[in-house]
């Protein structure tokens, strides 16, 4: 079985600029998470989307926001990136249950 | 905000030793999960331990939950260089959301 799927690996921007990261979750689940690890700040939850919804959020700007297809994967867009976003992005999958599965992560460095 | 917090920050030890890190949390929990992370990359789950349950084993790892003092420990025996990683407790409040904590970078020495 496949497991979370995520890209770019890597991306990197500059201050101003919007960024666009993908996920596709295991077949099957129907939520998706994601979470900010930013160096020294461990990590952080964002977003949680179930059958096409935002479900929940965390304590994030507006300016990070994202959209789930029919298909369940999953779009994280953070538009007027500033400096401090550099960090991994990963997202998580899950069933329904509490056990979330994660992805590799996409590491954004913004300049 | 961090509910978790594990202690220690940082552990080295020798392979074949045992390994425990301890977590700490602030408020009701419905669950306690672990996860390991390898250099930077994604995580791995590693068990869960449901609020009513006191202890849990999967191969090599046993976790403890305390609910009285809002703690967990994670024992790892017979340690290898495989283990050497960052492991995380997570803590599930509700609404499908996470919180983690800091994590222990265990390092073990051949």
């Known amino acids: 079985e496949a497991g979370v799927t995520q890209s770019p690996t890597h991306l990197i921007k500059t201050r101003g600029q919007q960024a666009t990261l993908r996920c596709s979750p295991i077949s099957g689940h129907t939520s998706v998470y994601w979470y900010q690890q930013a160096l020294g700040l461990g990590l952080q939850f964002l977003l949680w989307y179930d059958e096409g919804e935002e479900r929940n959020r965390g304590n994030f700007p507006p300016r990070f926001s994202g959209r789930q297809f029919p298909n369940y994967s999953s779009e994280l867009n953070v538009n007027a990136l500033e400096l401090e976003d550099s960090a991994l992005y990963l997202c998580?999958?899950?069933?329904?249950?509490?056990?979330?599965?994660f992805g590799p992560g996409t590491r954004l460095t913004v300049l | 905000s961090q509910q978790g917090e594990e202690d220690p920050q940082a552990l080295s030890i020798q392979e074949g030793e045992n390994a425990t890190m301890n977590c700490s949390y602030k408020?009701?929990?419905?669950?306690l999960q672990w996860y390991r992370q390898n250099s930077g990359r994604g995580l791995v789950h590693l068990i869960l331990?449901?609020?009513?349950?006191r202890e849990k084993h999967s191969g090599r790892l046993r976790v403890t939950l305390d609910t009285s003092k809002k703690s967990s420990s994670l024992l790892i025996t017979a340690s290898r260089a495989a283990d050497t990683a960052s492991y995380f407790c997570?803590?599930?409040?509700?609404?499908?959301?996470?919180?983690f904590g800091q994590g222990t970078r265990l390092t073990i020495n051949p």
């Open positions: 998580a999958s899950s069933p329904g249950h509490r056990t979330q599965y």
């Open positions: 997570a803590t599930d409040e509700g609404a499908q959301k996470l919180v």
């Open positions: 408020t009701s929990i419905n669950n």
């Open positions: 331990i449901r609020s009513n349950e």
